[in-house]
Structures are given as C-alpha cells and as structure tokens.
T-cell receptor, first 116, second 112 residues
Framework: GAVVSQHPSRVICKSGTSVKIECRSL??????MFWYRQFPKQSLMLMAT?????????EQGVEKDKFLINHASLTLSTLTVTSAHPEDSSFYIC????????????FGPGTRLTVT | KQEVTQIPAALSVPEGENLVLNCSFT??????LQWFRQDPGKGLTSLLL?????REQTSGRLNASLDKSSGRSTLYIAASQPGDSATYLC???????????FGSGTQLTVLP
C-alpha cells in the first residue's frame, strides 16, 4: 500500500516556541493532504485540508494563524504550530489522498507533541 | 451533519473467536466507507474500503459489509489473534467525496 511518513515522530518544546511537522507521501503524488488532531482515547478531528499550491481550508474553530499549513509540493505538506502552549499538546496525524476515483486516504504514523 | 457511531467502545475476546464490530452512520448518502486499524501511539492503517455501490469487501481474515440504506457497516474478524488487538475505526466519506468523518472507535483486546 501507499506510504506516508511524518517527521518528527515525537517532539517536546517549550511554551511560546514554534514547532514544524512534516508529512510526506513517499510513493505517490498527493494533491490533497489532511491534518488531524487526536486527544487520548478519542477519535481523529480534522483540522484542515491542504491542497498543493493553494491555501489550506481550516475547519471551524481551528486558528489558521496558530496552525500554519504549507503544501508546497505534491509530496510534502507541513504543519507549524506557532507560539505553542501546553493545551496544544496532542497527537497530530497527517493523511494523503491518493489520486483516483476511490479517494482512498493513507495516514502517517503521527507526531506526539508535548509542550512544557 | 454526518455522525458516525461505533459499538461497542471496547471489546475483549479470547483468542480464536470470530467477532463483529459495528459502525452506524446517520446520512446514507455516502461515497465510500473505510475501516482502519490504529495501534497505541501510532497512525492509522487502512484495512478495507467499500464503495457505496458495493456490499462487502474481504481481505484475509477480515470481511467488511455495507448496508447503505440502513446506515450500517460491520467488520468481521475471523479466528482472532492477539496481534489483532488494536483500536478499529470506521470512517465515511460523504457523497460530495470530501473529507472523512470518523467514528470514535472500538478498542479490541484479544486474550491469548
């Protein structure tokens, strides 16, 4: 199956700093990537949809100035958490949609962010 | 607004048993439905995808069915193994073929 990677897998940062998370589709070109957030024992909540070459579409309640998304190429999308606070600590998962009629999505392994 | 519910939230079975996980959704106008597996602290692995025109899909010991009219899908796992222990999530894609809506998952434990 298709492979999506994320880097880093785990990051600890101090309050007020910014953190960048990378998402790459390794064996296919993804015109659309998604960023999700998952709290412990809860399901995935969509944060934003990232389209290559255009601005991301954010879900209601997600601050676009805090969670900066860049989808500069067909294989790379980045999420930058700016001025991180402890409440931003969470598990962030990206997903890439494979071109084709099924719209099947493949998910990265996730990034555990801890803000101290 | 589409809502996806998974029952039970947690399930514990002895090794070797066959089991069924349930997923229900409120809006039957879906494009497709996908079942995923998530291991603790990990991302999601796609197990099966069923298009709205299909009734079931099979992969190895897994069989997923879809009844669009009643808003239900089931994931059947045959001859369960301890390695099947994980959280299983179902997600539906609306008819507009936009983003997935996830259920809250069923945490499965298969006891050796």
């Amino acid at each position: 199956g298709a492979v999506v990677s994320q880097h880093p897998s785990r990051v600890i940062c101090k309050s007020g700093t910014s953190v960048k998370i990378e998402c790459r589709s390794l064996d296919f070109q993804a015109t659309t990537m998604f960023w999700y957030r998952q709290f412990p024992k809860q399901s995935l909540m969509l944060m934003a949809t990232s389209n290559e070459g255009s601005k991301a579409t954010y879900e209601q309640g997600v601050e676009k100035d805090k969670f900066l998304i860049n989808h500069a190429s067909l294989t790379l999308s980045t999420l930058t958490v700016t001025s991180a606070h402890p409440e931003d600590s969470s598990f962030y998962i990206c997903s890439a949609r494979r071109p084709g009629q099924t719209y099947e999505q493949y998910f990265g392994p996730g990034t555990r962010l801890t803000v101290t | 607004k589409q809502e996806v519910t998974q029952i039970p939230a947690a399930l514990s079975v002895p090794e070797g048993e066959n089991l069924v996980l349930n997923c229900s959704f409120t809006d039957s106008a879906i494009y497709n439905l996908q079942w995923f597996r998530q291991d603790p602290g990990k991302g999601l692995t796609s197990l099966l995808l069923i298009q709205s025109s299909q009734r079931e899909q099979t992969s190895g010991r897994l069989n997923a069915s879809l009844d669009k009219s009643s808003g239900r899908s089931t994931l059947y796992i045959a001859a369960s193994q301890p390695g099947d222990s994980a959280t299983y999530l179902c997600a539906v894609r609306p008819g507009s073929a936009r983003q997935l809506t996830f259920g809250s998952g069923t945490q499965l434990t298969v006891l050796p």
